[in-house]
Each structure stands twice: as C-alpha cells, then as structure tokens.
Nanobody
C-alpha cells in the first residue's frame, strides 16, 4: 500500500502557474506508475497526466498538452504537476494516484489515491 498526500493547490489568476506535489510513503514508490486526475463540481473525475515508474514515459490528456508537465523524483518519493497558463476551467480538486502497472487513463485502474488539493483559477 502506498499513502499519497497532495500539496501546492491554491488560488491563482488566469494565466498564472502552480506546481502541485504528491508525496508518497509506504511501499517502494519507484515501482509505481503515478497519475494526476482532477474533478470539478458536478463532473466526473478525469485523467490529467501520468508518468511511468522510470520517468521516461509520460502521457497527457489531449486538451492539456503543452500547458501541464508531469515529473517525478524517485529519490524523494514525490511526483509533480507543473501547470502553466491556467484557465478558469482548470478549477478542480486535483488528485494523485498510483498503480502497479503501466500508464492507463481510467480512474478504476489506480489503486491508491490521495485526498486531493483544491486549485481555483480566477478570471
């Protein structure tokens, strides 16, 4: 079991940037694919980005390519989500999650979840 704790959310103006962090503890972090998801009020949780355990392979939701960047530091048991050029529609609770296999986009494929961090983008 991996315990995940997100941080770095907050209130930012449109066009601004935020960097989210997800700290992991428990079982070996480096062996897990890590994903970021988000959920806006009234919407289903949606895939944002994922990174393979080795850090070499990443995958993004098409609508977010070029603005969001996922990375990880296995030595620090942390995964990051750099978010640039933020828009009001990026407002959501952002969650990190882990799974033991490769990169997939489905929420049901991820075994462990953090509690989420709120990101609010004002216009």
């Amino acid at each position: 079991q991996v315990q995940l704790v997100e941080s770095g959310g907050g209130l930012v103006q449109a066009g601004g940037s935020l960097r989210l962090s997800c700290a992991a503890s428990g079982r070996t972090f480096s062996g897990y694919t890590m994903g970021w998801f988000r959920q806006a009020p009234g919407n289903e949780r949606e895939f944002v980005a994922a990174i393979h355990w080795n850090g070499a392979n990443t995958y993004y939701a098409d609508s977010l390519k070029g603005r969001f960047t996922i990375s990880r530091d296995n030595a620090k048991n942390t995964v990051f989500l750099q978010m640039n050029s933020l828009k009001p529609e990026d407002t959501a609770v952002y969650y990190c999650a882990s799974r033991g296999g490769g990169i997939v986009v489905h929420t049901s494929a991820y075994d462990n979840w953090g509690q989420g961090t709120q990101v609010t983008v004002s216009s």
